[in-house]
T-cell receptor, first 110, second 115 residues
Framework: QQPVQSPQAVILREGEDAVINCSSS?????VHWYRQKHGEAPVFLMI?????EQKGHDKISASFNEKKQQSSLYLTASQLSYSGTYFC???????????FGAGTQVVVTP | EPEVTQTPSHQVTQMGQEVILRCVPI?????FYWYRQILGQKVEFLVS????????KSEIFDDQFSVERPDGSNFTLKIRSTKLEDSAMYFC?????????????FGPGTRLTVL
């Protein structure tokens, strides 16, 4: 079952913040976040494991709420380079198969 | 930095023809994946491969699809008789370990167009 992402799209001015959510109806073992720019391959951002940890990468961070079966990606003080489509990929066990959400398109304007 | 490579970058074929998409995973990786992405849609898992055999496959990966690691470096996806709905971007990914804890590194993709 694929995870559900929200919102579908968000438009930001440079420097603004945004939150992208990823929810699953199944218990999650891991959540992987990727960013994909138009016509390019998905680029790995970070992995979160069950245990409710939070991770950060530059001004992009994420949390994982195992009980709610939900992960959130936080874009802080957004930069133009943050534009792209963000996908969450969820793993329901310790093996590698990922189910991806439909993506959230982020547009950062000057 | 090592990266996953894929060839060709774009393949155009006639419906019913066989295509082989090629991938060279990162050299010390052990687990390999194929995903596809229909234009404007989400990335979909097709198959995972380890130790010369399929470890998991999705409903999409029917008898028309097969994967092979013919030598120590290449990993191929074959579609025996292509359909129009097979048109998509196909991504190969590799990982050091087949664990939810590990990053899957994606190649640049092969755009398959079936006419």
């Amino acid at each position: 079952q694929q995870p559900v992402q929200s919102p579908q799209a968000v438009i930001l001015r440079e420097g603004e913040d945004a939150v992208i959510n990823c929810s699953s109806s199944k218990a999650l073992y891991s959540v992987h976040w990727y960013r994909q720019k138009h016509g390019e391959a998905p680029v790995f951002l970070m992995i979160l494991l069950k245990g409710g940890e939070q991770k950060g990468h530059d001004k992009i961070s994420a949390s994982f709420n195992e009980k709610k079966q939900q992960s959130s990606l936080y874009l802080t003080a957004s930069q133009l380079s943050y534009s792209g489509t963000y996908f969450c990929g969820t793993g329901t066990d310790s093996w590698g198969k990922l189910q991806f959400g439909a993506g959230t398109q982020v547009v950062v304007t000057p | 930095e090592p990266e996953v490579t894929q060839t060709p970058s774009h393949q155009v074929t006639q419906m019913g023809q066989e295509v082989i998409l090629r991938c060279v995973p990162i050299s010390n990786h052990l687990y390999f994946y194929w995903y596809r992405q229909i234009l404007g849609q989400k990335v979909e898992f097709l198959v995972s491969f380890y130790n010369n055999e399929i470890s998991e496959k999705s409903e999409i990966f029917d008898d028309q699809f097969s994967v092979e690691r013919p030598d120590g470096s290449n990993f191929t996806l074959k579609i025996r008789s292509t359909k129009l709905e097979d048109s998509a971007m196909y991504f190969c990914a590799s990982s050091p370990r087949d664990r939810g804890t590990d990053t899957q590194y994606f190649g640049p993709g092969t755009r398959l167009t079936v006419l």
